[in-house]
């Protein structure tokens, strides 16, 4: 069993977020009352209290301070338990022989996440119910799996929220794989191995991409309010369902094959890519697909022991493989031929070499993964940035 974290955007409404920084705030007064307390203990000669013994002085607390009724009762014993999880941090650093402090006093913006244990809230059909707050709209742009063990709700610093959801999943290793390999994803939904391998997506999913496209244009030429504007509105959303399951479809298979055949996936990063400012790049509507893809490496990467990390993709296409020279190249070149050391090979071909060497120079430093929990958390909303078509994002938003 290994333990997971899924993290998903949230979008709670205004009445919703007053309410989150209002638990927020209690906990932040609940916890500082707690550590208080339990210096006052360690002075005393009476020790640091335990977890339990923290937990027991909340109900005297609520009678002194009957907001904190507001703060579902296990997201406050979760606030006793950090309480004592910081002294015991702090002695298990102490014992390996680390630097270590104790416990310090929350400041105002130092207090930014709740966790549910197990209990006080519901995840169903793209909605989270919390308790004391209410239901929430979840960007789930993939399952949950195993058994969840916990559910934090956090504030970045940007002012957004976030769930994240703690489960313990079985692993399934995979034996007798390749050690790595590169990952190109191409125009036209054409994914690109390193070792020569072409996967085009099925001419279905074209098709239902195409079908998305004039369904969207013709919704847009409809007046508002009327009936057949909503009939055409049907439309698009039926039509974006089933972009979406085809997608997905070709995400988990391409996804599967490679994960079979290999331990390490490197693969391009989206988010440099979107930077990199590539109109006709970004604007195709293949972007969301590779982001389904990207998740779907992801996720099975690490179900069976192994790794997909993301390498900055600038220049993969117009760098050859062979000797490292650049040969520039329009789109519509298939082939690379490189005037220098001679190699001949698909462009794509060539673009996932380069990937897969990117990938090996940054080897096994585990700070040049993205960590899954933050890649898969930006990944929709940028998807639905950079996609010219605003139902894209919906289709994503909507799970
Ligand atoms: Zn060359």
């Given at each position: 069993m290994i333990r997971l974290s899924y993290k998903y955007r949230l979008k709670p409404s205004t009445e919703q977020v007053a309410a989150l920084e209002k638990q927020l705030r209690l906990c932040r007064w609940a916890y500082n009352a707690l550590l208080e307390h339990s210096f006052s203990e360690r002075r005393a000669g009476r020790g640091t209290p335990t977890h339990n013994a923290l937990t027991y002085l909340l109900p005297e607390m609520k009678a002194m301070?009957?907001?904190?009724?507001?703060?579902?009762?296990?997201?406050?014993?979760?606030?006793?338990?950090?309480?004592?999880?910081?002294?015991e941090s702090y002695w298990a650093r102490k014992r390996a022989g680390l630097k270590a402090h104790l416990p310090r006093f929350r400041g105002e913006d130092r207090y930014d996440s709740l966790t549910y244990p197990q209990l006080g809230f519901r995840l169903k059909d793209g909605v989270l119910c919390l308790s004391k707050i209410g239901d929430m709209r979840i960007v789930q742009h993939r399952p949950v799996e195993g058994q969840v063990k916990t559910l934090t709700v956090t504030r970045s610093r940007a002012g957004k929220w976030y769930a994240v959801f703690s489960c313990e999943v079985e692993?399934?290793?995979?034996?007798?794989?390749?050690?790595?390999?590169?990952?190109?994803?191409?125009?036209?939904?054409?994914?690109?191995?390193?070792?020569?391998?072409?996967?085009?997506?099925?001419?279905?999913?074209?098709?239902a991409e195409e079908r998305l496209g004039r369904a969207q244009r013709c919704l847009s030429r409809k007046t508002r309010g009327s009936r057949n504007r909503e009939k055409a509105r049907r439309r698009v959303a039926s039509a974006c369902e089933r972009v979406a399951n085809r997608r997905r479809d070709f995400a988990y298979k391409t996804a599967r094959m490679i994960v079979n055949r290999y331990e390490r996936v490197y693969v391009e990063d989206l988010n440099v890519q979107g930077m990199m400012g590539n109109r006709r790049l970004s604007k195709s509507l293949g972007d969301a697909g590779w982001g389904m893809l990207r998740n779907a490496l992801t996720y099975m990467a690490e179900r069976s022991e192994g790794v997909t990390a993301f390498v900055n993709p600038r220049g993969t296409s117009q760098t050859c493989s062979g000797c490292g020279a650049y040969v520039e190249k329009d789109l519509s070149v298939r082939v690379h031929r490189c005037p220098w050391c001679g190699l001949t090979i698909d462009r794509d071909v060539n673009a996932a070499l380069n990937v897969l060497k990117r990938g090996l120079e940054i080897g096994l430093e585990r700070a040049e993964y993205t960590p899954v929990g933050e890649v898969t958390a930006t990944q929709p909303s940028e998807v639905g940035q950079v996609a010219s078509v605003s139902q894209e994002a919906h289709l994503f938003r909507g799970g």
């Open positions: 301070k009957p907001e904190l009724n507001n703060v579902f009762s296990q997201v406050l014993q979760n606030v006793a338990k950090r309480v004592r999880s910081g002294f692993v399934k290793p995979i034996q007798n794989r390749l050690p790595a390999v590169g990952v190109d994803l191409g125009l036209n939904s054409l994914v690109a191995l390193s070792d020569g391998t072409l996967i085009e997506a099925p001419r279905s999913y074209r098709g």
